[in-house]
Protein backbone atom coordinates (compact mmCIF):
# COMPACT_ATOMS: atom_id res chain seq x y z
CA UNK A 1 0.00 0.00 0.00
CA UNK A 2 1.77 3.24 -0.95
CA UNK A 3 0.67 7.26 0.49
CA UNK A 4 -1.32 7.74 -2.74
CA UNK A 5 -3.57 5.64 -2.15
CA UNK A 6 -4.99 6.28 1.10
CA UNK A 7 -8.30 7.97 1.31
CA UNK A 8 -7.83 11.81 2.96
CA UNK A 9 -10.20 13.04 5.18
CA UNK A 10 -11.01 17.02 4.73
CA UNK A 11 -12.43 19.82 6.57
CA UNK A 12 -11.96 18.44 9.74
CA UNK A 13 -13.34 20.62 12.71
CA UNK A 14 -10.94 20.38 15.59
CA UNK A 15 -12.09 21.17 19.02
CA UNK A 16 -11.55 20.69 22.75
CA UNK A 17 -11.78 16.87 22.71
CA UNK A 18 -8.84 16.79 20.25
CA UNK A 19 -5.41 16.50 20.40
CA UNK A 20 -2.74 16.94 18.12
CA UNK A 21 0.26 14.31 19.14
CA UNK A 22 3.88 15.30 17.79
CA UNK A 23 6.30 12.11 17.95
CA UNK A 24 10.27 11.99 18.59
CA UNK A 25 10.89 15.34 16.72
CA UNK A 26 14.56 15.27 18.05
CA UNK A 27 17.62 15.91 16.80
CA UNK A 28 18.90 12.29 16.57
CA UNK A 29 16.01 11.77 13.78
CA UNK A 30 17.16 14.01 11.62
CA UNK A 31 19.16 13.90 8.69
CA UNK A 32 22.49 14.80 10.62
CA UNK A 33 21.41 13.11 13.79
CA UNK A 34 22.47 9.22 14.51
CA UNK A 35 19.33 8.03 13.12
CA UNK A 36 18.60 9.78 10.10
CA UNK A 37 15.01 9.40 8.64
CA UNK A 38 15.25 11.14 4.81
CA UNK A 39 13.70 14.67 4.84
CA UNK A 40 12.57 14.45 8.54
CA UNK A 41 13.69 18.23 9.16
CA UNK A 42 11.24 19.19 6.32
CA UNK A 43 8.05 18.53 8.26
CA UNK A 44 9.27 21.14 11.47
CA UNK A 45 7.75 24.50 10.21
CA UNK A 46 4.48 23.06 9.17
CA UNK A 47 4.04 20.93 12.57
CA UNK A 48 4.15 24.11 14.59
CA UNK A 49 1.87 25.63 11.96
CA UNK A 50 -0.87 22.96 12.76
CA UNK A 51 0.16 22.76 16.22
CA UNK A 52 -0.65 26.89 16.18
CA UNK A 53 -4.12 25.83 14.55
CA UNK A 54 -4.56 23.31 17.34
CA UNK A 55 -4.12 25.72 20.48
CA UNK A 56 -6.27 28.16 18.84
CA UNK A 57 -9.21 25.43 18.76
CA UNK A 58 -8.38 24.66 22.35
CA UNK A 59 -7.36 21.53 21.26
CA UNK A 60 -4.53 19.75 23.12
CA UNK A 61 -1.01 19.29 21.82
CA UNK A 62 1.35 16.31 23.73
CA UNK A 63 5.00 16.18 22.14
CA UNK A 64 6.56 12.68 22.97
CA UNK A 65 10.49 11.89 23.16
CA UNK A 66 12.65 8.69 22.57
CA UNK A 67 14.89 9.33 25.59
CA UNK A 68 17.39 6.04 25.77
CA UNK A 69 19.82 5.22 28.56
CA UNK A 70 23.37 4.75 26.89
CA UNK A 71 22.81 1.37 27.59
CA UNK A 72 20.04 0.68 26.04
CA UNK A 73 19.35 -2.93 24.40
CA UNK A 74 17.75 -1.98 21.48
CA UNK A 75 21.55 -0.14 20.56
CA UNK A 76 23.60 -2.74 18.36
CA UNK A 77 26.40 -1.81 20.38
CA UNK A 78 25.35 -3.63 23.13
CA UNK A 79 25.99 -6.78 21.82
CA UNK A 80 29.49 -8.27 20.56
CA UNK A 81 28.41 -9.44 17.01
CA UNK A 82 25.75 -7.03 16.00
CA UNK A 83 25.27 -3.76 13.46
CA UNK A 84 22.87 -1.09 13.81
CA UNK A 85 19.98 -2.54 11.28
CA UNK A 86 20.85 -6.28 11.78
CA UNK A 87 17.57 -8.10 12.54
CA UNK A 88 17.33 -8.83 16.08
CA UNK A 89 14.48 -9.64 18.46
CA UNK A 90 13.51 -10.72 21.86
CA UNK A 91 11.23 -13.55 22.87
CA UNK A 92 8.84 -11.18 24.43
CA UNK A 93 8.93 -8.46 21.59
CA UNK A 94 11.16 -6.27 24.04
CA UNK A 95 13.98 -5.41 21.74
CA UNK A 96 13.24 -6.00 18.14
CA UNK A 97 12.62 -6.33 15.16
CA UNK A 98 15.73 -4.58 14.34
CA UNK A 99 18.85 -3.16 16.35
CA UNK A 100 19.78 0.79 16.34
CA UNK A 101 22.22 3.12 16.53
CA UNK A 102 22.88 4.97 19.63
CA UNK A 103 20.43 7.19 19.48
CA UNK A 104 17.77 9.76 21.82
CA UNK A 105 20.68 9.23 25.31
CA UNK A 106 19.51 11.08 27.71
CA UNK A 107 20.46 14.53 28.32
CA UNK A 108 22.82 14.36 24.86
CA UNK A 109 21.99 17.08 22.31
CA UNK A 110 20.52 14.00 19.65
CA UNK A 111 17.81 13.65 22.40
CA UNK A 112 16.74 17.23 21.99
CA UNK A 113 13.69 18.21 20.25
CA UNK A 114 14.67 19.88 16.76
CA UNK A 115 15.88 23.79 17.73
CA UNK A 116 12.45 25.13 15.99
CA UNK A 117 9.78 22.69 16.89
CA UNK A 118 7.80 25.57 19.19
CA UNK A 119 7.76 23.39 22.32
CA UNK A 120 6.01 25.72 24.36
CA UNK A 121 2.89 24.88 22.19
CA UNK A 122 2.63 21.55 24.31
CA UNK A 123 0.68 21.04 27.12
CA UNK A 124 2.76 18.12 28.13
CA UNK A 125 6.41 16.03 27.34
CA UNK A 126 5.82 12.04 27.30
CA UNK A 127 9.45 10.18 27.51
CA UNK A 128 9.84 6.55 26.51
CA UNK A 129 12.32 4.51 26.41
CA UNK A 130 13.91 4.58 29.41
CA UNK A 131 14.06 1.39 30.61
CA UNK A 132 17.28 -0.48 29.07
CA UNK A 133 15.84 -4.01 28.43
CA UNK A 134 12.79 -3.05 26.60
CA UNK A 135 12.42 -0.71 23.62
CA UNK A 136 9.33 1.32 23.42
CA UNK A 137 8.25 2.39 19.70
CA UNK A 138 4.32 3.17 20.95
CA UNK A 139 3.97 6.27 22.97
CA UNK A 140 1.40 4.26 25.08
CA UNK A 141 2.93 0.88 25.26
CA UNK A 142 6.13 -0.62 25.74
CA UNK A 143 7.35 -3.22 23.25
CA UNK A 144 6.40 -5.46 26.03
CA UNK A 145 2.99 -4.94 25.61
CA UNK A 146 2.48 -4.15 29.31
CA UNK A 147 4.22 -1.46 30.72
CA UNK A 148 2.61 1.66 30.05
CA UNK A 149 3.30 5.40 29.36
CA UNK A 150 1.67 8.12 31.30
CA UNK A 151 0.02 9.13 27.87
CA UNK A 152 -3.50 7.32 27.89
CA UNK A 153 -3.64 8.87 31.57
CA UNK A 154 -2.71 12.63 29.80
CA UNK A 155 -4.86 12.27 27.75
CA UNK A 156 -8.06 11.05 29.24
CA UNK A 157 -7.38 13.94 32.46
CA UNK A 158 -7.98 16.42 29.33
CA UNK A 159 -10.86 14.98 27.99
CA UNK A 160 -9.30 13.78 24.70
CA UNK A 161 -11.38 11.66 22.22
CA UNK A 162 -9.19 11.93 19.09
CA UNK A 163 -5.78 11.96 18.49
CA UNK A 164 -3.74 13.18 14.88
CA UNK A 165 -0.27 12.11 14.83
CA UNK A 166 2.74 13.31 13.49
CA UNK A 167 6.44 13.35 13.71
CA UNK A 168 9.22 10.76 13.21
CA UNK A 169 8.89 7.65 12.55
CA UNK A 170 6.11 7.14 10.22
CA UNK A 171 6.99 3.05 10.52
CA UNK A 172 8.24 2.98 13.92
CA UNK A 173 6.79 5.03 16.72
CA UNK A 174 3.93 6.94 14.97
CA UNK A 175 2.85 3.56 13.64
CA UNK A 176 3.34 1.88 16.95
CA UNK A 177 1.35 4.61 18.67
CA UNK A 178 -1.41 4.97 16.34
CA UNK A 179 -2.14 1.10 16.45
CA UNK A 180 -2.64 1.03 20.61
CA UNK A 181 -4.45 4.54 20.31
CA UNK A 182 -7.22 2.81 18.71
CA UNK A 183 -6.67 -0.45 21.38
CA UNK A 184 -7.05 2.35 24.04
CA UNK A 185 -10.41 3.78 22.87
CA UNK A 186 -9.28 6.84 20.72
CA UNK A 187 -10.36 7.77 16.83
CA UNK A 188 -7.09 7.85 15.63
CA UNK A 189 -5.80 9.75 12.62
CA UNK A 190 -2.17 10.39 11.16
CA UNK A 191 -1.18 13.22 9.18
CA UNK A 192 0.07 11.52 6.39
CA UNK A 193 2.33 14.63 4.95
CA UNK A 194 3.47 15.56 8.41
CA UNK A 195 5.33 11.98 8.51
CA UNK A 196 8.73 10.57 7.32
CA UNK A 197 9.52 6.96 7.21
CA UNK A 198 12.35 4.80 7.23
CA UNK A 199 11.38 1.60 5.72
CA UNK A 200 13.52 -0.24 7.51
CA UNK A 201 13.22 -3.64 6.57
CA UNK A 202 12.38 -2.55 2.83
CA UNK A 203 7.95 -2.73 2.65
CA UNK A 204 8.01 -1.67 6.25
CA UNK A 205 6.27 1.61 5.05
CA UNK A 206 3.58 -0.39 2.99
CA UNK A 207 3.16 -2.84 5.44
CA UNK A 208 2.67 -0.24 8.32
CA UNK A 209 -0.37 1.88 6.07
CA UNK A 210 -1.92 -1.94 5.36
CA UNK A 211 -1.76 -2.40 9.20
CA UNK A 212 -3.66 1.41 9.97
CA UNK A 213 -5.99 1.24 7.46
CA UNK A 214 -7.05 -2.26 8.68
CA UNK A 215 -7.21 -0.90 12.00
CA UNK A 216 -10.09 1.72 11.18
CA UNK A 217 -6.93 4.45 11.38
CA UNK A 218 -8.04 7.46 9.24
CA UNK A 219 -5.79 9.78 7.41
CA UNK A 220 -5.43 13.47 7.31
CA UNK A 221 -3.05 16.16 5.92
CA UNK A 222 -1.99 19.30 7.26
CA UNK A 223 -4.68 21.04 5.26
CA UNK A 224 -7.48 19.08 6.68
CA UNK A 225 -8.13 21.23 9.05
CA UNK A 226 -10.95 24.07 9.64
C1 LIG B 1 12.14 5.34 16.79
C2 LIG B 1 13.49 3.58 16.26
C3 LIG B 1 14.03 3.58 17.52
C4 LIG B 1 11.09 6.32 16.35
C5 LIG B 1 12.67 5.35 18.07
O1 LIG B 1 10.94 7.38 16.98
O2 LIG B 1 10.39 6.02 15.35
N1 LIG B 1 12.55 4.45 15.91
N2 LIG B 1 13.62 4.48 18.42
ZN1 LIG C 1 14.62 4.70 20.26
Given amino acids: ?27 DFMPSGALPVENGDLIVDDINNVAETFKNKKSKVILTQDWHPNNHKSFASQYLDKNPGDAYQTEDGAIGPV ?94 DLTKGIDLPPGNISNCLENMTNKGIKFANKDSFK
Avoid at 120 to 125: E, F, K, Q, S, T
Fill in 1 to 27: MKIEDLKIEKDININEKDALLIVDLQN
Fill in 99 to 192: LWPDHCVQDTEGANFHKNLKKNLGDAVIQKGMNPEIDSYSGFLENDKKTKTELAEKLKSLGVERIFICGLALDYCCCYTALDGVDLGFEVFLIV
